[in-house]
């Protein structure tokens, strides 16, 4: 029986449903897939990396998953089954439930998994990927430094928001791409686009016009954020319900059994999400930014070792 769509807790209307469409013909064509991004708000890319380049990139990842104790002994470790004392909390790291001791050693900051590892930055920062944007923007690129690696274990998703809000210092003209770090499958929790959110930017004008790193100089959490002890006023979210949000802004949610090698790219105004994991298995993926190297780039992300929303970057205002 297939799994129902689930997202934040709120069932998914199947007849609201659908499935992202393919757009891997398109590759070698940068007119037909800006003009595909212009229509969609993104394009879906199934099988443009070698199956077996990804599965190594995460053969490095569940390695160090099953040596810090995350994963199931009874399983081999690249299936990434969760053993039952892991959970994930807001910051992709890893520590035990409530109720259990802390132990240092039980803990492991997700952006650590990208660390040394050479098979998945290669595939993000050379080659075939650069040169889809390449012919995409019409120029060289830049990517952005920070890479943002997810590690969501059994329970809820990501909840709906557009990118726009946290990186919006330097060009607009950015484009997000998201792969899965293995196989994804919905039960796993893969990300889903709200269908035709791009084309809503005036109906979002309030929403995509704030910066999760700006605070209220005059607030009472203005102290708190300068200090570091708080890292946002804001965390950006769009919804906590993406139901709700399906039927106040229309379309359908989309979505697909995720393969090693697809990638998803997608603007900074559409709007996504991803689905709750339904499996026993943490769901390994990562997103990026990559930009035409002529524009603007924002800061926070282009640091040899970029610390993003660090306090350094805060911008108060007088509310």
Same mark, same amino acid.
């Given at each position: 029986m297939k799994t129902l769509p689930i997202s934040r807790g709120y069932p998914l209307?199947?007849?609201?449903?659908?499935?992202?469409?393919?757009s891997s013909h398109l590759v070698g064509n940068p007119?037909?897939?800006?003009?595909?991004?212009q229509d969609d708000g993104y394009l879906f890319l199934p099988g443009f990396f070698w199956r077996d380049d990804v599965m190594a990139a995460r053969k490095v990842v569940t390695d160090r998953l099953a040596a810090g104790g995350f994963?199931?002994?009874?399983?081999?470790?690249?299936?990434?089954?969760?053993?039952?004392?892991?959970?994930?909390?807001?910051?992709?790291?890893?520590?035990?439930?409530?109720?259990?001791?802390?132990?240092?050693?039980?803990?492991y900051n997700a952006d650590d998994l990208t660390k040394q590892n050479r098979p998945l930055l290669d595939l993000l920062q050379k080659g075939r990927i650069i040169g889809l944007f390449e012919d995409y923007f019409g120029g060289p690129v830049l990517h952005y430094n920070y890479v943002w690696f997810r590690a969501v274990s059994p329970g809820m998703g990501t909840p709906p928001h557009c990118?726009?809000?946290?990186?919006?210092?330097?060009?607009?003209?950015?484009?997000?791409?998201?792969m899965p770090v293995g196989d994804a499958p919905m039960d796993v929790g893969g990300l889903m686009i709200l269908e035709n959110s791009h084309r809503q930017a005036d109906r979002l004008h309030n929403y995509?016009?704030?910066?999760?790193?700006?605070?209220?100089s005059n607030g009472p959490n203005a102290a708190k954020i300068e200090s570091g002890e708080l890292m946002c006023e804001w965390d950006g979210i769009l919804s906590k319900n993406p139901a709700s949000l399906r039927e106040k802004m229309g379309g359908r949610w989309l979505? #697909?059994?995720?393969? &090693?090698?697809?990638?998803?790219? =997608?603007?900074?105004?559409? %709007?996504?999400?991803?689905?709750d994991n339904q499996s026993d298995r943490i769901r390994l993926s990562v997103d990026t930014r990559y930009q035409?190297?002529?524009?603007?780039?924002?800061?926070?992300?282009? #640091?040899?070792?970029? &610390?993003?929303?660090?306090?350094? =970057?805060?911008?108060?205002? %007088?509310?």
């Open positions: 209307d199947p007849k609201e449903f659908g499935e992202l469409a393919d007119d037909q897939l800006r003009r595909r991004i994963l199931n002994p009874d399983f081999p470790a690249i299936d990434g089954v969760v053993a039952d004392v892991t959970v994930v909390n807001s910051r992709s790291a890893f520590r035990p439930p409530a109720g259990h001791n802390p132990d240092p050693v039980k803990t990118d726009l809000v946290y990186m919006g210092r330097g060009t607009h003209n950015l484009m997000s791409t998201w995509l016009s704030r910066d999760v790193d700006e605070y209220c979505t #697909a059994d995720y393969r &090693a090698g697809d990638i998803l790219i =997608f603007t900074m105004r559409t %709007v996504h999400a991803s689905l035409l190297r002529s524009e603007p780039a924002d800061e926070r992300f282009m #640091a040899e070792n970029p &610390a993003p929303y660090a306090v350094e =970057f805060k911008k108060g205002r %007088v509310c």
